[in-house]
């Protein structure tokens, strides 16, 4: 499957450029290092420091890149795991709750616990050359590759991200489904048969926060529909139970597009179909994309809780 993929035009240019940018600014370090002296300085690996102020300016995804980096570049042979592999290429995904860098060895076999790098933590997923590739030097596994290990650590949230994300670089269900039906590593059948019939449940959703959204809100078995007309004039891109509309990022009263030439009138249009809909008793949740990423469960909850909430005895 990597010999029929081009993966290096994949890669999200502004990584490759942040990745680049790392490997020019990194500081060199050792035990002997004295921090006193050099205060301006963050260790991001072992070997590698950084300027601190840049470092802790980059949010915590980008830092995923340049530690993930960094931590490869001190190693002989180790290939980067799961969302540290999904982050190199620039692909969908939600961050981790521990930080430690996931590594795996092509061998599948765990180093002494003694032996361990600064602040990694190592798979026993054997990481053959046909799973990896190379990003500025950087050993990673494949997308593909990179989703099933998603399934195989049971983060379906990740696993339906990856796949939209590949949706949208060009991949479909039946070529995602099939490497995972064909994938030569262990792996539990249950979470075999997950990779291979994930591809057909999830839509294909042009952006990250819609798609992380639709992702949260399935795994969390709230009913969730996708492009849906709403009674012939209105159209939602998520819409959950039958009449809750789930708007991310978006302008209820279309202000900016009102400062684009010929918005004016677009945006009037906007704003009447907005209380078409409300007229025909559709609610609206707005979220910020940042709301959805940084609470994940928050925001699983309230439109949980708001698609219990038709008739609430309102008194006046």
């Known amino acids: 499957m990597g ?25 060199q370090v050792s035990r002997e290092t004295d921090w006193r002296e050099v205060p301006h300085l963050i260790r991001v690996s072992r070997r590698s420091a950084v ?11 980008r830092q995923i890149v340049v530690r993930g980096a960094a931590a490869s570049q001190d190693s002989r042979k ?7 592999a999904a982050a190199q290429w620039g692909m969908w995904f939600t961050a981790p709750q521990n930080h430690d860098v996931q590594f795996a060895l092509p061998s599948g076999h765990l ?21 990896t590739a190379e990003l500025d030097g950087v050993r990673v596994t494949h997308p593909l590759r990179t989703y099933v290990d998603f399934c195989r650590m049971q983060k379906v949230v990740n696993a339906r991200l990856a796949i939209g994300w590949l ?6 269900a039946d070529e995602i489904s099939d490497y995972a039906d064909n994938f030569d590593g262990s792996i539990h059948p249950r979470r075999r048969r997950l990779a291979a019939i994930l591809p057909y ?15 949260l809100l399935d795994d969390s078995r709230v009913s969730v529909r996708t492009h849906c007309e709403l009674d012939g004039m209105g159209f939602a891109t998520l819409l959950a139970g039958n009449d809750l509309v789930i708007l991310i990022d978006e302008d209820p009263y279309w202000r900016e597009l009102e400062t684009e030439p010929d918005g004016l009138r677009l945006a009037h249009n906007r704003r009447k179909r907005e209380r078409w ?21 928050s925001f699983v909850s309230e439109v949980h809780g708001a698609t219990y909430l038709r008739d609430r005895g309102l008194v006046y």
């Open 167 to 172: 949706f949208r670089h060009g991949f479909t």
């Open 201 to 215: 449940q999830v839509p294909q959703l042009e952006t990250f926060p819609y798609m992380l959204a639709h992702s």
């Open 277 to 297: 809909e409300a007229a025909r008793g559709f609610r609206k949740l707005y979220f910020t994309s940042a709301e959805i990423e940084g609470e994940p469960k």
């Open 3 to 27: 010999e029929k993929w081009e993966w290096d035009k994949l890669v999200d240019q502004e990584v490759q450029d942040l990745r680049q940018l790392y490997f020019r600014e990194r500081v």
């Open 111 to 131: 180093p002494p616990k003694h032996s361990l790098p600064f602040a990694t933590q190592f798979k026993a997923f054997k990481t053959p050359p046909a799973d």
């Open 78 to 84: 180790a290939v980067l795991l799961g969302e540290f």
């Open 51 to 61: 300027d601190k102020h840049w470092f802790r300016g980059l949010g915590l995804k």
